[in-house]
């Protein structure tokens, strides 16, 4: 997986939003037993290599509190509850009054990224930017729109 993960963090530094600017560069966090399981955490290995690329800093700025069911099968409002005050910011010297680039793998209804995102402007982040690489939407969303260019840089908190 991880030479997959390095390609897709080329990848998003080639679609990276040149005309924005960010400061400091946040994986979303999985939770350690997560990690455990996988290996890996699929956003520290995009985020590491979109800050190789932009030459942007990374930082470790948020933990997850506690485990969580996968997203994956949730309606929208259970993916919000199921999500909800499960980030705590753990470098908050780090984002405060910065420009924040939070990074995931796949947005689906945000509500990972919105959580996320609601801790970093809690601790002080300037401004919060989501940049994904994989945005799924309904089904006949994405047959609607499967020849339309989303901006990267197109949900901001």
Known sequence: MLPLGRLFGRWMARAYPRNQLFEVIVPVPSHWRRRLW???DQAAVLARELA??????????????????????????????N???????????????????LIDDVLTTGATANAAAEALKAAGAAHVGVFTLARADRAAALVRNFHAEVPAHEHEY
């Open 52 to 81: 190789r690329h932009t030459g942007i800093p990374t930082a470790q700025a948020l933990r997850r509190t506690r485990h969580t069911d996968p997203q994956a099968g949730l309606t929208r409002r259970q993916r919000r509850l």
């Open 83 to 101: 999500i909800r005050g499960c980030f705590q910011t753990i470098a908050p010297d780090k984002i405060q009054g910065r420009r924040v680039l």
């Open 38 to 40: 996988r290996g890996f």
